[in-house]
């Protein structure tokens, strides 16, 4: 009878739990076949160009932060069923799509049928698991041996006889985890840990098997392991990433929730009722479920901040489910109550109304687009010509674009020009602009510096913008040389100016001792200036923040027309922000990066910069040029402008207040 019994509660937990496990897929699976590859994917794709599978994994692993079984998984998948989008995420999808059934048994076998439904619930409907579920990258595969090694340490804690599927189980998750990612590792190394505490007494010895078993299994990538670890992290010195600061604690958890204070505020009031309502004690489970979510956020803050910078969002997302767990670990635990089943349910109703309906989840609002980059340049090709159309493209390599490009187009791409990443790059694309016989020249990027400069020194040659298609972390432009063709983005607006400004408001003020040297202007009756070893800085140009700009999105341009006497002169424009009379930033351009060392011939010189994301509409800009080391260099027509900039370039970023 009892067993009967038991049977049916299962029967039906796992009823329920199939239907949010396959609405967890379908928004998994949904555009994966559409959706531009990313830059992670193609990384990952690129690192299987090797003709044989130990030449990939000494140089497509070895080399890479990440240990091998996403490398490997993608070697063999993609040499089955190719390497298209729908391809290479498919496997992706169906071990984020087993995490949810997987997470939602272990919370069910430690605090009851709604904790396992509403954990299901987050885990198949919130958006952070669903964008590393769609991304062929190694968070899946981690979220997935995690959840698994979970689902067996809650095994070997609540029945009563483990045998030895409980330690395969384990341990081909626990090894799973650590071939698939480093945090997850961690997060896995520190589950054991809390097992010792769990399981019960009768189980221990296996357990201790199971555990042991995951470490022989994980030996043979050691070698891997401590190359990897010799590489260090991804900031630092010639890094990406920077180290975070203490705003990143509230930031993670505010995104775990999708980044809304709503969605926010309603589960947390839904668990905030049943701890309310509920009279079971908090135990060694749930401050097992703290723990483990906490002390890898906190290993990865401290190892960033003093070692060097690893800590995102993306690496937290394997402990994430325990803190999901921990949230509504106080349900209705009665599994015969259909109130335990229907407060799990009306739960889940707004998180799922917000993926769907209010906000539906789309990967390339969170990563830089390159398909249609293509598409764009590909379609401008078409229409006028190929040999009247010149591009230069700026992503993190050739193989980057030729996907599209060469493997699915097959076509020539030998006339494609790429950025090289020499600290020089606009200085290139001034080559490339001015060297160039087309009439129009497409202009793409994505997931790299996007130097906005770039649009200033496009339109000394090519004047008319025709295209702007602008996304999260990517844009492309078309620019044309003709008058007929039309502006699709606002001018210049003009702020201020020295030597002969247009339209000036009064919003500024010129800091300048006025006693500049005269360059004398062949052929003209122009007035230009001087910084020599007596006048190392240039006029300076200061204006309130509120009054140019509205949010960081903005961009603020400066542009100076320029002559260097010598090759080895530098000019540098330099921009500061100043709240109170102390600066909060300095940064500046050098002319090397950009102009022509050898002209003896006037130059425009352009810095254009994104402000910082927490100014204050009373704080102060300035801009002016200086030479650091002493160079005689002419100067004229010195100009501040403001543009609208990149909205939502990376994401959405609130107005100054």
Known sequence: MLYLMSMKRDLRFNYYLCGITLAGFLLRINHTWSE??????????????????????????KPDGHPAFTQVLLWFWTKLFGDSEFAV?????????????????AARKWFGAASGLATAASLAFLQFPIMYSQLARPYAPGLFFTMLAAYFVARFSEERKANWKHVAGFAIAGAGAAYSHYFSLYTTLLLGVAGLFLVTKENRKLYFVAALSAVVLFLPHITFTLSQFAIGGVGGPGGWLGAPTNEFFGA??????????????????FSSVALFF?????????????????????????????????????????????????????????????????????MMIPILWYITAYKPFRLTDHFGRLKEIVEVYERTEREFGNDKVDVMFNVDGRYFIDYYRKRKRKINVSNDHYLRFDGKELLQLREAVQNSNADYFVYGWSTRESFPAAEDIIRDKFPCLIEKHEWFNSAVYVYGTHDNCYPAIPQFKFIAGFGKPRDVTEKWRLITNAD??????????????????SHQFGPAISVRVGDVISNADNTLACHATIKLHKSDADVVWVMEFIRDGKQLLWTGHSSTKQVDSSSREWQHFYFVQRPPIDLLPSDSI?????????????????????????RGIYGNRPDYQ
Not at 89 to 105: D, I, K, N
Request: proline share 4%; aromatic share 18%.
């Open 36 to 61: 531009s590859i990313t830059a992670d994917e193609v990384s990952a794709l690129l690192r299987l160009q090797f003709d044989s599978f130990s030449e990939m994994l000494q140089n497509g692993v």
């Open 89 to 105: 995420r498919l496997p992706f999808v169906l071990m984020g799509t087993a995490s949810v059934w997987f997470g939602a048994q």
């Open 252 to 269: 993670h958890f505010f995104y775990i929730f999708n980044s809304s204070l709503g969605l926010m505020i309603v589960l947390l009031f």
């Open 278 to 346: 509920n009279f079971r004690r908090t135990g060694k489970r749930q401050i097992a479920m703290f723990f483990l979510w906490l002390i890898p956020m906190l290993t990865g803050y401290f190892y960033s901040v003093y070692v060097n910078p690893v800590l995102q969002h993306s690496v937290l997302l394997f402990s994430f489910p325990f803190l999901i767990m921990l949230i509504f670990s106080w349900l209705p635990y009665d599994e015969n109550s259909t109130w335990s089943y229907r407060y799990a349910i009306v």
């Open 516 to 533: 500049y040297p005269i360059e004398e202007i062949e052929g003209s009756s122009m007035i230009a200036h001087k910084l020599d070893s």
């Open 622 to 646: 300035r801009a002016y040029i200086y030479s650091p080391n002493l160079s005689e260099i002419g100067f004229r027509s010195l100009r501040f402008v403001s543009r609208e900039g990149h």
